[in-house]
T-cell receptor, first 114, second 114 residues
Framework: AQSVTQLDSQVPVFEEAPVELRCNYS??????LFWYVQYPNQGLQLLLK??????LVESINGFEAEFNKSQTSFHLRKPSVHISDTAEYFC????????????FGTGTKLQVIP | DADVTQTPRNRITKTGKRIMLECSQT?????MYWYRQDPGLGLQLIYY???????NKGEISDGYSVSRQAQAKFSLSLESAIPNQTALYFC?????????????FGEGSRLTVL
């Protein structure tokens, strides 16, 4: 069984300030890790993913996440947020087994304040 | 055009009515999924299909049924809708090759049951 915990349901932050959205997971097998973003009135889209290799992964719009196996975490960070980053962010894991079962966290709403 | 298309995008219906949500994809993926999103609960898996002849129940399949009419089409039915099925529904696809579990989502279907 696997689970994903996003402790912060909402994170307000001022524009141009840094932000960290936390994600911890638990799994009995090795996993792939994902962050998805949902802008208002839209579907989810992939922000970044960790499959293997370097534990630090980056998105094209300045977000980064680091896979920490010992702490079973995959926190999402951005050094300076913009108004356009206002959205809900979901952390997800899929197991490396035959079915790649995907488990989502409950989401964190990032509200960027002008 | 979107790679994963859901119809209808919005639907209001009454208790007891039969509702069908349709999903079609042009990504050529073999795996398709139906998720339900409720505020604060993240995404919950209703049903998933790994190919046309393979249909599996997810976490919350009670009250729902599905049909995989072709590799590109996966529909979700509510045989007798009830108010607590009011939610945002997402169709998603993934590719068993490379098989990482990365999901591609439609824009969502908002269902309101009165």
């Amino acid at each position: 069984a696997q689970s994903v915990t996003q402790l912060d349901s909402q994170v307000p932050v001022f524009e141009e300030a840094p932000v960290e959205l936390r994600c911890n997971y638990s799994s009995s097998v090795s996993v792939y890790l994902f962050w998805y973003v949902q802008y208002p009135n839209q579907g989810l889209q992939l922000l970044l993913k960790y499959l293997s290799g370097s534990t630090l992964v980056e998105s094209i719009n300045g977000f980064e996440a680091e896979f920490n196996k010992s702490q079973t975490s995959f926190h999402l960070r951005k050094p300076s947020v913009h108004i356009s980053d206002t959205a809900e962010y979901f952390c997800a894991v899929s197991d490396m087994g035959g079915y790649q079962k995907v488990t989502f966290g409950t989401g964190t709403k990032l509200q960027v304040i002008p | 055009d979107a790679d994963v298309t859901q119809t209808p995008r919005n639907r209001i219906t009454k208790t007891g009515k039969r509702i069908m949500l349709e999903c079609s994809q042009t990504k050529g993926h073999d795996r398709m999924y139906w998720y339900r999103q409720d505020p604060g609960l993240g995404l919950q898996l209703i049903y998933y299909s790994f190919d046309v002849k393979d249909i599996n129940k997810g976490e919350i399949s009670d009250g729902y049924s599905v049909s995989r009419q072709a590799q590109a089409k996966f529909s979700l039915s509510l045989e007798s809708a009830i108010p607590n099925q009011t939610a945002l529904y997402f169709c998603a696809t993934s590719d068993s090759n490379p098989g990482t579990g990365e999901l591609f989502f439609g824009e969502g279907s908002r269902l309101t049951v009165l």
